[in-house]
């Protein structure tokens, strides 16, 4: 009966760590009010508020805005690869955390981000869908060449362009980054070991 006990609880935890470690992402930079600054330079400005960002208008292609987040971030820890000097960084498990209720037609953008001397580290692209509740948006690591070599240790600023045009409305909350699978799964299994050592040892 015990023997049973314990293997339940094994494969119960390692359900949850499974679940819950693929399913949470990780807020990294956030357009809440005082968190993020646009710059009024921008060919338009979101609405902000303590939720995030928000653009209720009708976009045209190579309509963008612009600006810093609070602080200089380090996100070197979060998966990247080097393409060597000069080409910057790529990263596959990077996305946008956003709301879309309305739009003319799924709507590609592209985000870049820079650190505090400007220089671009990455450009990203992804296609916009209707979703209701907050949701993590992948985004996908466009080509590197040319770039000014900035650094994913000092990430600073922003950009958000839409390639695409049409009446859309979205609210985007957070760069989030998800962990990577092997290393969630890892985790999960390591829990799930004490716990079982831990039953052992009690019965």
Same mark, same amino acid.
């Given at each position: 009966?015990?023997?049973?006990?314990?293997?339940?609880?094994?494969?119960? =935890?390692? #359900?949850?760590?499974?679940?819950?470690?693929?399913?949470? $992402? !990780?807020?990294?930079?956030?357009?809440? +009010?005082? %968190?993020?600054?646009?710059?009024?330079?921008?060919?338009?400005?979101?609405?902000?508020?303590?939720?995030?960002?928000?653009?209720?208008?009708?976009?045209?292609?190579?309509?963008?805005?612009?600006?810093?987040?609070?602080?200089?971030?380090?996100?070197?820890?979060?998966?990247? =690869?080097? #393409?060597?000097?000069?080409?910057?960084?790529?990263?596959? $498990? !990077?996305?946008?955390?956003?709301?879309? +209720?309305? %739009?003319?037609?799924?709507?590609?953008?592209?985000?870049?981000?820079?650190?505090?001397?400007?220089?671009?580290?990455?450009?990203?692209?992804?296609?916009?869908?209707?979703?209701?509740?907050?949701?993590?948006?992948?985004?996908?690591?466009?080509?590197?060449?040319?770039?000014?070599?900035?650094?994913?240790?000092?990430?600073?600023?922003?950009?958000?362009?839409?390639?695409?045009?049409?009446?859309?409305?979205?609210?985007?909350?957070?760069?989030?980054?998800?962990?990577?699978?092997?290393?969630?799964?890892?985790?999960?299994?390591?829990?799930?070991?004490?716990?079982?050592?831990?039953?052992?040892?009690k019965s």
């Open positions: 009966m015990k023997i049973q006990k314990i293997k339940l609880v094994v494969a119960s =935890t390692i #359900l949850m760590m499974v679940a819950s470690t693929h399913a949470a $992402n !990780l807020d990294i930079g956030l357009f809440t +009010t005082g %968190q993020f600054t646009v710059d009024i330079a921008s060919s338009y400005v979101p609405t902000q508020s303590v939720s995030g960002l928000t653009s209720n208008l009708t976009v045209q292609a190579g309509d963008i805005f612009y600006g810093d987040f609070a602080a200089p971030a380090n996100w070197s820890s979060y998966s990247w =690869t080097s #393409l060597g000097a000069g080409n910057g960084y790529t990263n596959t $498990n !990077l996305g946008l955390v956003m709301t879309v +209720t309305s %739009q003319a037609a799924p709507t590609p953008f592209t985000v870049t981000l820079f650190d505090s001397t400007f220089a671009a580290i990455q450009s990203f692209t992804a296609t916009t869908s209707v979703f209701s509740t907050p949701t993590f948006v992948a985004l996908t690591p466009t080509s590197a060449s040319g770039f000014n070599g900035g650094s994913i240790a000092d990430v600073k600023s922003f950009a958000f362009s839409w390639d695409g045009s049409g009446a859309i409305n979205t609210t985007l909350y957070s760069v989030a980054y998800i962990p990577e699978p092997s290393s969630a799964s890892l985790l999960a299994l390591g829990m799930a070991g004490l716990v079982a050592l831990r039953a052992r040892r």
